[in-house]
């Protein structure tokens, strides 16, 4: 088992940012790819960003490519997902994700989910 714990979130005004953190205990967080996803009301949960366990390769979603950053400390059992220049679209609750393979936190079928941390984005 993995157990994941989201952090970071909160309201912001339309340009800022925050620094969302994922903290694992469980299983070696080193051995598992991290992905983070979001659902806003209404809709389905979408793909965000993903990560290797090497932290070597990252995919993002086309609509944060260039502004979030997706980060991880294995000493720290930590994901972090930069999120800058904020835009109300991107209100949602952010989850985070585990995975052995980086292919599934793509498509969503992953082993562990994280409870979520609420973003609201003010325009």
């Known amino acids: 088992q993995v157990q994941l714990v989201e952090s970071g979130g909160g309201l912001v005004q339309a340009g800022g940012s925050l620094r969302l953190s994922c903290a694992a205990s469980?299983?070696?967080?080193?051995?598992?790819?991290m992905g983070w996803f979001r659902q806003a009301p209404g809709k389905e949960r979408e793909f965000v960003a993903v990560?290797?366990?090497?932290?070597?390769?990252?995919y993002y979603a086309d609509s944060v490519k260039g502004r979030f950053t997706i980060s991880r400390d294995n000493a720290k059992d930590t994901v972090y997902l930069q999120v800058n220049s904020l835009k109300p679209e991107d209100t949602a609750v952010y989850y985070c994700?585990?995975?052995?393979?980086?292919?599934?936190?793509?498509?969503?079928?992953?082993?562990?989910w994280g409870k979520g941390t609420q973003v609201t984005v003010s325009s």
């Open positions: 990560i290797s366990w090497t932290g070597g390769s990252t």
């Open positions: 994700a585990a995975d052995r393979s980086f292919k599934n936190l793509i498509t969503g079928g992953v082993d562990y």
């Open positions: 469980g299983r070696t967080f080193s051995s598992y790819a």
